[in-house]
């Protein structure tokens, strides 16, 4: 039997999608989150797990180099690639905002400097408001540009809110909630029907069990 090539990132997504994983018996014994491995292969050797960088993950599905992939929302919306989206595994939860001081003319203004990693997210959410932008591309740290002065706002993903309080921002808008989804390779998908849904079905099993 072919075995399915699954794609996640390390960190709190991949930690949380493996106890889901571990919970409808896809289990994988050898990986320790300390491990540097990058390819491991489940107890019953019919999964590959390859870890990737984050925003990469579309584009190992969209290319076939995996059949599956577990992602945010978020990324999903900025990488916009050509994939199936098939399930929300109700983990990883957090939403797209609009943040910036607590100055509610700031969003009207028809001309604004966005920080953000979500360029394509925030670019798109503007455009619909009619306000012309120049966005800023950052990596991580995104809270800081408007305390320095790099920005007006930024478009960045807030959980507990924690990151904008202590950095003394608010929310000025929402733009999308966002959680971890099971995402597919439309080649795949034809070719490996059963094998595909059968995964699915078992983790679907595991998202409503914790739900
Ligand atoms: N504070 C958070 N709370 C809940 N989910 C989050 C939070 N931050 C990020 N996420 C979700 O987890 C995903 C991975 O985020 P994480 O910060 O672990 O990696 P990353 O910073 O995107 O990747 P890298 O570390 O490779 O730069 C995000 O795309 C988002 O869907
Ligand atoms: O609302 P909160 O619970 O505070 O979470 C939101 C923070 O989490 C993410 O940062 P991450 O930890 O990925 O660090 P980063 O700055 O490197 O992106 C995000 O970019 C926010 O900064």
Request: aromatic share 6%; charged share 25%; with cysteine.
């Amino acid at each position: 039997m072919n075995r399915l090539t699954v794609a996640m990132a390390k960190g709190r997504t991949a930690t949380m999608a493996l106890e889901l994983l571990a919970r409808v018996g896809i289990e994988f014994s050898s990986y320790s989150e300390a491990s540097r491995k990058l390819v491991f292969t489940d107890d019953t050797n019919t999964v590959i797990l390859i870890f990737v960088k984050s925003v990469d993950v579309p584009t190992y599905v969209e290319n076939g180099a995996a059949d599956i992939g577990i992602i945010g929302k978020d990324v999903l919306l900025e990488e916009q690639k050509e994939v199936y989206e098939l399930l929300d595994l109700g983990i990883s939860k957090c939403k797209l905002a609009v943040a910036g001081f607590p100055d509610k003319q700031l969003m009207e203004s028809s001309r604004l400097t966005v920080a953000s990693k979500y360029p394509n997210v925030a670019k798109a959410h503007f455009d619909k408001k009619g306000i012309r932008t120049e966005i800023i591309k950052l990596n991580g740290s995104i809270e800081l540009a408007p305390l320095i002065g790099m920005s007006d706002v930024i478009v960045d993903i807030v959980e507990s809110g924690k990151t904008l309080k202590e950095n003394g921002l608010v929310i000025l808008e929402d733009i999308a909630e966002s959680s971890a989804r099971l995402i597919v390779n439309k080649a795949s998908f034809a070719i490996k029907t059963e094998q595909i849904q059968e995964f699915i079905a078992k983790v679907k099993r595991g998202v409503e069990v914790s739900a």
